[in-house]
């Protein structure tokens, strides 16, 4: 069994900035790649942020240069740094991680969420 646990949401004012992190724990034999995802009221759950376990990161086009996305490999640890928050980055966040949990077999987990609100 693998748990991934969020951690760094909170409330903040428009312009301002939070660190969400989430780690990855259990039987773990190694893990691909790690994400974030953000779904915000009435609306479909979508990709914020990717990274590889090379370092490889794509990002939605609506956080390019506000969000950064970096892991701890040595930790099963993903972050994500988000400067500059709108108003409209306000959803829960859910972390992902696809784990490979023997050599030939990985499955993709998730997070419980972590609540983000940007208000003044």
């Known amino acids: 069994q693998v748990q991934l646990v969020e951690s760094g949401g909170g409330v903040v004012q428009p312009g301002g900035s939070l660190r969400l992190s989430c780690t990855a724990s259990?039987?773990?034999?190694?893990?691909?790649?790690m994400a974030w995802y953000r779904q915000a009221p009435g609306k479909e759950r979508q990709l914020v942020a990717a990274?590889?376990?090379?370092?490889?990161?794509n990002y939605a086009d609506s956080v390019k240069g506000r969000f950064t996305i970096s892991r701890d490999n040595a930790k099963n640890t993903v972050y994500l740094q988000m400067n500059s928050l709108k108003p409209e980055d306000t959803a829960v966040y859910y972390c992902?991680?696809?784990?490979?949990?023997?050599?030939?077999?990985?499955?993709?987990?998730w997070g419980l969420g972590t609540q983000v609100t940007v208000s003044s």
């Open positions: 259990g039987r773990i034999f190694t893990i691909n790649a």
């Open positions: 990274i590889t376990s090379g370092g490889n990161t």
């Open positions: 992902n991680a696809d784990v490979k949990l023997t050599p030939r077999y990985d499955y993709h987990y």
